[in-house]
């Protein structure tokens, strides 16, 4: 969350802000301080979403956020909206990894997500993962993706130019934008 935090810093202030997998709203907490116009989160538990509206129901800009119950696919495209995922697109179906991308055709974007590489940091997620949600979910675990696969679906969007960060610290995790990361300090980025 820090790093997302310091990549979208630059980019968010008086935009409208719509966060995908929001969870309890501690990606919201940080973003709201940084001058957006708006924060809109979604998630598919309404656990989640009543634990985030909680989390900012006492907050000066409580009036500008808000939080709802809805899966990826339900959801309408974003108009210019500035749209962030931290580690949903592991979770997504094909066809929801797709309408992700359309959801922000005429706005901008921030995913995270985790990298298919081989390592052994990657090989230990992948069995912790299986055995503490595979079994609460029928065997069902989250996907790992390869750059080129996500840039293939941006680029069926219009997005024909992706920037790229890695750190040594997220092991296996990326973020993919369709902006520039050279007005962030101290980060170092690729173009793709």
Known sequence: MKVATRL??????????VELGCGSGLLAE???KLDV???QGYDISDVAVARARQRLAGSQRGGLTRFDVAAVSDLPPQGEALIVSLGLIEWL???ELDHLFN???LGSFLHAFSEQRHSLSQLIHRIYVRFSY??????YVPRYHQL???DAIAKRYGFNRLSIYRHPQLRFGTFVSNFSFESTPALRQSRL
Do not use: D
């Open 8 to 17: 979208l810093a630059p980019h968010i202030s008086g935009r409208h802000i």
């Open 30 to 32: 940080q973003l709201i």
């Open 37 to 39: 116009a708006s924060y």
């Open 93 to 95: 179906t094909p066809t």
């Open 103 to 105: 959801l922000s055709q």
């Open 134 to 139: 595979g079994r609460k979910s029928g065997g």
């Open 148 to 150: 080129s696969e996500i």
